[in-house]
């Protein structure tokens, strides 16, 4: 199954574990490159939630009969999971939450409303994502903190040198993606950390691009805050997680009010709960948790490294078979790369292409991809962008270059 | 697919080469159009005596769609009065939203209606009909 | 299939179509009488959710993909079906959310954060689910406002008398829950907003137990925000929605800040999307709205009316069957009750109940069922829950009333 | 289903008549006991003198389970030294949440151990040792 033919490595999965990768688009085969929007489920991840409704579909923790407890134990078994996966110590040190975004705002909103004022400063990488840039001027807004990109080159590359000569103690945060989803950029997320912590400032990942390729080990990176997606890593949507350094989660403030993150409720006034409760008001999303479980394991059964070896194979093919696209400019190309191909073909916007490639079966995102600042930096309003994962293959770039030589015959 | 009734040829050749690109001096009226999915953007400007839009001109950054679109209704109404430019604007909407068939009156922008196949490109014909809409009805640019 | 048995009607369903109820529990038939914690799902809604995963799944509204397509047709779809249960004008009043908590959560962080103060009053029932309580209270220690439990009688209605004498100019929302999911008791929800409109204050109705058995009609009751569970009215986990009052959501501030609720963002400024973008932050629970949509489906296609024909029967039955088990004391008895049958047995605590009904396949709820302030009031730490939906038969109250005098010779 | 390991003979005599129960009026420890999810509570005092239980009381509301641990424990540390009582508490501890199978040292609180078949209803068991061990670990009351 894995092993290499002629440069490009096979996927170390079957093809066949994910169903919709069957079905033809316009007639054509489905060559699906949109994977930095969303990845496709392998069967695994659907079947354990269709599973969950089918069997064992009960609200969690409150209940004592047997289909509550099915539910809770599979709801709880998901977070060690996750924290195995990341590497944290403490599975409650792992939040449910509705996504990335919303991981990214609980910080924002907890730790960010409390512990930031006008005396402050924030760091964000000039390649941020809208989700870690939007919930911090909101914070703003509230507090008087001030925010301030980390430039990036043209190549998509952060500048190492200025953030250390801009980092002093009135930065309380550093916010940086670890993989870019606009550029494939990977960023040293391990060394920021330790440039941030020596200025008594935290750190946190966006890791939504990471997990189903590079995720970090939280420990070993030494990240007070990660925050991920499920649907990025093979998972459902409507659910991801934040991790939290159990010194600073202790004694964090509550997110959202309602069940389960209480202790005591009384119209006096009410206790809360103690983490990860406090920060998962209300019935959390139990198919999805599993769902989430069940990417885990299947990322695991397939391994990390394999995935990343594969990826970085198609990458490489990739970057040189775009490369001899006539009138085509990557963007983007920062040596240490995850397998994003983002670019521009001179004379037609990336949306024209985005609806020709459909028109042969190939799936790529084109826009500002939720980093508009990084667009503006840039100089470009919008890119193509294909993003790879580990069911990809030669032939669905072969079919891209294809699709892209075609889309030049129609605005020839 | 029809890639052809989409990008046919007219609104190729609009996107490629627009008419009436830049934005007037002594524009009586002005509006500007975004779209927050996919960053497209349109400035237009209008100028109108005596209820006549006697020139137009707009700038922006978008698909061909989008550009075709704003080249060809800017070519389509300068000489119409306003009343006649909003009634034109709005048939133009309808067609490129709905199923009705008579495009007859549309004259070249009929070939906009292409782009109904692709519900995710309907946006980007409207920007600047929308565009041209907000302009006339609450674009009015006070005279210093 | 619809119709009556001697004084109980058969469910307007066909109970093939839920197959988790086809299960065993313990070697005994399931009687899934834990309705009102979360309903189980029928086929067509797990369906939907493994057809968008098999053959349509992609990000919404930013592709221009055949799948992303599909996937946003399909979501946007969902948003006019609910928009038509609840009987809502303009589909683009409903917002998704993550849960009838994070709805209330919303309301409290937006529209509570910039309208209330210490000269303001805030009226809840005093039958509030957590959910309705605890985001309030959190509002209150940031802006001083005020908040005033209404009176509920030893039966479990509310005393409309002390509210309309309480009603005044400094009173800013009553908050309510449509169906008490504690005790079964159905508000007058129509007559309150009246009156509260009367005197310029808004009202919030906690629709959580009503949807699947007696919706609101948003128009017809007047009312301001409505929240909403799908997982309680046989949609999926995860995904909820609130409606809000158009007038009203056109100047709300935002609430998460991320993807897709912006305009324009850039490091000097950013400016926000029309709702309900506004307020929908990130990569939504796709899979959860579209499995939400056939759950309305379902619902639209038995009908609210033969939903709650049945379900009456079924509480008119069960009343009487447990008021005729010695040292069974039924809690909350309103005139106008859902079909919620709560109650405390003499000598035997609610969650030993829970445990030993377990034991014959009865699956109910024990505790405050987060109404701890309720539970106070009554006087009771907890009580034991049976909460019917469309599936539930004679036969399962039988053998809840069989299991209990089981569980009395236990503890005899 | 085990139903009558989970409520033996011994548990449900607990239950219904509480050894223990009532707060103490000279107690020198207190702690107190919550289950958020189910509501059940507990609040415990004990008189140490020299190193030696010799009193103990509690009071609270909550399920079979609960209570009979609470009354079982309590009897069975009246009288011990409170390091034996801290060292008995954690046995017990272990044996309703782990698979050890070594029960004889529990005495009458082997019955206890019929709630590991029982998830959901360990939390009711180890409320009321949790708050013994908060008792004597921390719940030393100031003396006035
Ligand atoms: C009346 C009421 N309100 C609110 C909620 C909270 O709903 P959810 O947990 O789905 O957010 C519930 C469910 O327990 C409820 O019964
Ligand atoms: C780098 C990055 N951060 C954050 C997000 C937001 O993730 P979600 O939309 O799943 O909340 C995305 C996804 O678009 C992303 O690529």
Redesign the pocket.
């Given at each position: 199954m894995a092993g290499s033919v002629g440069q490009v490595s096979l996927p170390p999965v079957e093809l066949a574990e994910f169903p919709i990768l069957a079905q033809r688009v316009h007639g054509n085969r489905l060559a699906y490159l949109d994977n930095?929007?969303t990845t496709q489920k392998p069967r695994s991840v659907i079947e354990s939630m269709t599973h969950y409704y089918e069997h064992d579909n009960a609200n969690v923790h409150r209940g004592v009969h047997l289909l509550s407890q099915r539910a809770t134990d599979a709801f709880d078994a998901a977070r060690v999971k996750l924290a195995q996966f990341i590497g944290a110590q403490n599975p409650n040190s792992v939040l449910w939450t509705?996504?990335?975004?919303?991981a990214i705002n609980l910080v924002a909103q907890t730790w960010g409303l409390a512990n930031l004022g006008p005396d402050k400063r924030i760091l964000l990488s000039a390649m941020e994502?809208h989700?870690?840039i939007v919930p911090w001027q909101m914070v703003a807004e509230r507090t008087g903190v001030t925010i301030t990109p980390i430039p990036v080159s043209d190549e998509g590359v952060l500048d190492i040198d200025w953030l250390r000569a801009n980092l002093d103690e009135t930065v309380a945060l550093v916010g940086v993606?670890q993989?870019?989803?606009a550029l494939g950029t990977v960023n040293p997320i391990g060394e920021i950390a330790t440039m941030a912590h020596a200025v008594g400032a935290l750190i946190l990942v966006?890791g939504?691009?990471a997990l189903a390729h590079a995720p970090a080990n939280v420990v070993a990176d030494d990240l007070d805050f990660y925050?991920m997606?499920a649907?990025?890593a093979y998972g459902p949507t409507g659910v991801?997680a934040l991790y939290v350094r159990p010194e600073i989660l202790r004694d964090l403030a509550p997110y959202q009010g309602g069940g389960d993150m209480i202790r005591t409720v009384s119209w006096e006034g009410t206790t809360y709960n103690d983490p990860p409760n406090r920060f998962e008001a209300g019935t959390p999303n139990i198919a999805g948790v599993i769902g989430f479980g069940a990417a885990l394991d299947f990322l695991t059964r397939i391994g990390i490294d394999r995935i990343h070896l594969h990826e970085e194979s198609l990458l490489e093919y990739g970057t040189s078979a775009l490369s001899a696209v006539p009138g085509l400019t990557l963007r983007g190309t920062a040596p240490c790369k995850a397998a994003i191909l983002s670019f521009t073909l001179d004379g037609i916007h990336p949306h024209d292409l985005g609806t020709l490639l459909d028109g042969h079966g190939v799936a790529i995102r084109s826009g500002h991809h939720?980093c508009m600042p990084l667009m503006k930096r840039l100089g470009v309003p919008a890119t193509a962008r294909a993003s790879l994962a580990v069911y990809n293959t030669q032939q669905d770039i072969d079919q891209l270059v294809f699709a892209l030589h075609e889309a030049k015959r129609v605005f020839a | 697919m029809e890639l052809e009734n989409l990008y046919q040829e007219i609104i190729l050749d609009h996107a490629k080469k627009p008419r009436h690109f830049g934005l007037l001096v002594d524009a009586t009226h002005r509006s500007e159009g975004h779209n927050p999915l996919c960053g497209d953007q349109v400035t237009l400007t209008l100028e109108v005596r005596d209820g006549v839009i006697t020139e137009i001109g707009f700038e922006g950054c978008g698909c061909a769609i989008a550009l075709a679109t704003a080249s060809l209704m800017s070519s389509a109404i300068q000489g119409k009065s306003t009343d006649e430019a909003l009634q034109f604007s709005q048939q133009v909407l309808q067609a490129v939203t709905s199923q009705c068939d008579d495009t007859e009156p549309l004259g070249d922008l009929a070939a906009l209606t292409g782009v109904r196949r692709f519900p995710m490109r309907v946006k980007c014909a409207t920007l600047a009909l929308h565009a041209i809409q907000d302009a006339l009805t609450s674009g009015s640019i006070e005279r210093k």
């Open positions: 930095a929007a509705k996504g990335c975004t919303e994502h989700a870690n993606k993989i870019c989803n966006d939504a691009q925050a997606s649907h990025k991801g939720c | -």
